[in-house]
């Protein structure tokens, strides 16, 4: 990543220079947020809705992602209510159910939201976290500021949305 590098250089010329602390300590909380940056943009590129984005986009994503810790045995989503909460695992595993019948355990990496994401609409299924969670978190209304301010992102999420459209149409029993 191109800030991690231009921060590991520039703290070589610090130390390099023998600056006083008044320096390295802003230092190192620009080398801890360009990490968590990383972290971040690490995990939106294995989305395959975020797939087709370059790297400047994933930021902007990555920006508006929050990080939360959550407790074994907490409801993430509820089948059938409007939450618009979109989720990425970063450790953990969630259990997917949908009419009271678990159809799905996910875990790190994988995701789960993202229709709600999109439209805002009701949940198609309950997660519940089988352990303690970290997950990265994006809301609705977050997400749509987002496409309304980046029209490059709209339209690969768009392109994306298609292709998964275009899929399912292809595998239907007509």
């Known amino acids: 990543m191109a800030a991690r590098g231009f921060l590991e250089w520039l703290s070589r010329r610090i130390y390099a220079s023998g600056a006083d602390r008044t320096l390295r300590a802003p230092l190192r909380v620009a080398q801890r947020k360009a990490g968590k940056l990383d972290y971040k943009l690490g995990l939106l590129e294995r989305v395959p809705l975020f797939g087709g984005l370059p ?94 301010a980046s029209p490059r992102i709209r339209r690969a999420v768009l392109e994306e949305v298609g292709q998964r459209l275009r899929h399912l149409d292809s595998e239907a029993v007509i």
């Open 55 to 148: 790297q400047a986009e994933l930021e902007h994503i990555a920006r508006i992602v929050d990080e939360k810790d959550v407790p074994a045995g907490t409801a993430l989503t509820h089948e059938g209510r409007h939450e618009g909460y979109f989720y990425i695992i970063v450790s953990g595993s969630v259990t997917i159910e949908r009419g009271g019948q678990t159809i799905n355990t996910i875990g790190d990496g994988d995701f789960l939201g993202e229709i709600a994401l999109l439209d805002g609409g009701p949940r198609t299924a309950t997660a519940t976290t089988l352990s303690d969670c970290r997950l990265l978190a994006v809301t609705h209304q977050r997400f749509q500021e987002l496409l309304d």
